[in-house]
């Protein structure tokens, strides 16, 4: 079946930075598009960013523009998301999602799998 698995979480410094990575298993990777969403406690889950099948495009939420990356690898089946300038607004729950559809859509629905997502704390 189908895994996405995210590590690399913690808690870290206001101003510190974080990377994360999603292994995915089970599926022709390439031929799905990747996103970050994350989501803090009381909040609905937020788009953080996407990259597109190949790895040539990336969309950013405009809260996370300029400090977070979004990479792939589809020779291992990974996909990373570079976090800097970490404030306490970041502290979420990140994961990621794989999507058969074109693009990198914002909204979760949108996504066929999800892994069960990483805790990210930043501390002030």
């Known amino acids: 079946q189908v895994q996405l698995v995210e590590s690399g979480g913690g808690l870290v410094q206001s101003g510190g930075s974080l990377r994360l990575s999603c292994a995915a298993s089970g599926l022709t990777f390439s031929r799905y598009s990747m996103g970050w969403f994350r989501q803090a406690p009381g909040k609905e889950r937020e788009f953080v960013g996407g990259?597109?099948?190949?790895?040539?495009?990336?969309y950013y939420a405009n809260s996370i523009k300029g400090r977070f990356t979004i990479s792939r690898d589809n020779t291992r089946n990974t996909v990373a998301l570079q976090m800097i300038s970490l404030n306490p607004e970041d502290t979420a729950v990140y994961s990621c999602?794989?999507?058969?559809?074109?693009?990198?859509?914002?909204?979760?629905?949108?996504?066929?799998?999800w892994g069960q997502g990483t805790q990210v704390t930043v501390s002030s």
């Open positions: 999602a794989a999507t058969a559809a074109w693009g990198t859509p914002v909204i979760p629905r949108a996504y066929d799998y």
């Open positions: 990259i597109t099948r190949t790895g040539d495009s990336t």
